[in-house]
């Protein structure tokens, strides 16, 4: 599977802004998608993700601001990110999760990543 994310860029505290990302090749492997984010010596952590069944996560720190979503062709991923923090800066990043074997963990896959920069 590949990855390929878009929506990044530059907003004010209190701002929005919109990530997309489209997956290709082994699509009717994927099983779950999702975002992840790593600012600079941080680690990489997970931000929202979303099962094929409609199963959403949140990280505590996004919950009530951000909304992932995933298109019906389960082939893209948004989240929507809304009042938006300087600490909500950082790389994210789009995750796909691919089924293995029912006694395997899934594969994961990952995009390049695409820089949010929110200023105060």
């Known amino acids: 599977v590949q990855l390929q994310a878009s929506g990044g860029g530059l907003v004010q505290a209190g701002g929005s802004l919109r990530l997309s990302c489209a997956a290709s090749?082994?699509?009717?492997?994927?099983?779950?998608m999702g975002w992840y984010r790593q600012a600079p010596g941080n680690q990489r952590d997970l931000v929202a993700r979303?099962?094929?069944?409609?199963?959403?996560n949140y990280a505590d720190f996004v919950k009530g601001r951000f909304t992932i979503s995933m298109s019906n062709a389960k082939d893209a991923v948004y989240l929507q990110m809304d009042s938006l923090k300087p600490e909500d800066t950082a790389v994210y990043y789009c995750?796909?999760?691919?089924?293995?074997?029912?006694?395997?963990?899934?594969?994961?896959?990952w995009g390049p990543g695409t820089l949010v920069t929110v200023s105060s």
């Open positions: 979303i099962h094929i069944a409609g199963r959403r």
């Open positions: 090749g082994s699509i009717a492997s994927i099983s779950a």
């Open positions: 995750n796909a999760e691919t089924f293995v074997s029912p006694i395997l963990p899934a594969d994961d896959h």
